[in-house]
């Protein structure tokens, strides 16, 4: 089975551009996380979703990032305009409940670097 | 106060011991869940073992266990006769309340020498 998908694995773009950030949970799964990794902040949850409704945005840095899941199969995150501190491996997760642990299964991870 | 402390920013350990990674936690929610996360230089998180705070027992598996003293609010992962293979970043994690949301530590970084 399909593990979770993420596109691109590398961008690399200008200050100030836009960027969407793509992921496929593994099929059945109900819940779905994007998680930003920096040297400075570590690992940190940025948005999480159940049945594609949000639950808890309270880690999306600022006005400039939005996350959606138009269907149980797809969610984007998006920065816009990029700038250079958004430089991160950006993850994205799935998990399924209840299931005991409720374990999230992570993606490749997008590693994104703004210039 | 962090929420996850992991205290050893290093580790290097000569292949076929045992190793222990550290965690502590900190909560006030009795329901709550522990996990502990591998990351190889190659970047993906793979999912080692998992420790419910009502469980009993604590978890193992294969060569993982948890050594889990909550009264120390404590949930340090042993890994039995370590491997090359197992020279990665591993983190720390901790799930609150009915809330899905993981809190990471800061990782410990594992070298195995051969």
């Known amino acids: 089975d399909a593990g979770v998908i993420q596109s691109p694995r590398h961008e690399v773009t200008e200050m100030g551009q836009e960027v969407t950030l793509r992921c496929k949970p593994i099929s059945g799964h109900d819940y779905l996380f994007w998680y930003r990794q920096t040297m400075m902040r570590g690992l940190e949850l940025l948005i999480y979703?159940?049945?594609?409704?949000?639950?808890?945005d309270s880690g999306m840095p600022e006005d400039r990032f939005s996350a959606k899941m138009p269907n149980a199969s797809f969610s984007t995150l998006k920065i816009q305009p990029s700038e250079p501190r958004d430089s991160a491996v950006y993850f994205c997760?799935?998990?399924?409940?209840?299931?005991?642990?409720?374990?999230?299964?992570f993606g490749p991870g997008t590693r994104l670097t703004v210039t | 106060a962090q929420k996850i402390t992991q205290t050893q920013p290093g580790m290097f350990v000569q292949e076929k011991e045992a190793v222990t990674l550290d965690c502590t936690y900190d909560t006030s929610d009795p329901s709550y869940g522990l996990f502990w996360y591998k990351q190889p230089s190659s970047g993906e998180m793979i999912f080692l073992i998992y420790?419910?705070?009502?469980?009993?027992q604590n978890a193992t598996e294969g060569r993982y266990s948890l050594n889990f003293q909550k009264a120390r609010k404590s949930a340090n992962l042993v890994i039995s006769a370590s491997q090359l293979g197992d020279s990665a970043m591993y983190f720390c994690a901790m799930r609150e309340g009915p809330s899905e949301k993981l809190t990471f530590g800061t990782g410990t970084r594992l070298t195995i020498i051969p």
């Open positions: 420790q419910g705070s009502y469980d009993q």
């Open positions: 997760a799935s998990s399924l409940d209840p299931s005991g642990s409720r374990k999230q299964y």
């Open positions: 979703f159940n049945n594609n409704v949000p639950i808890d």
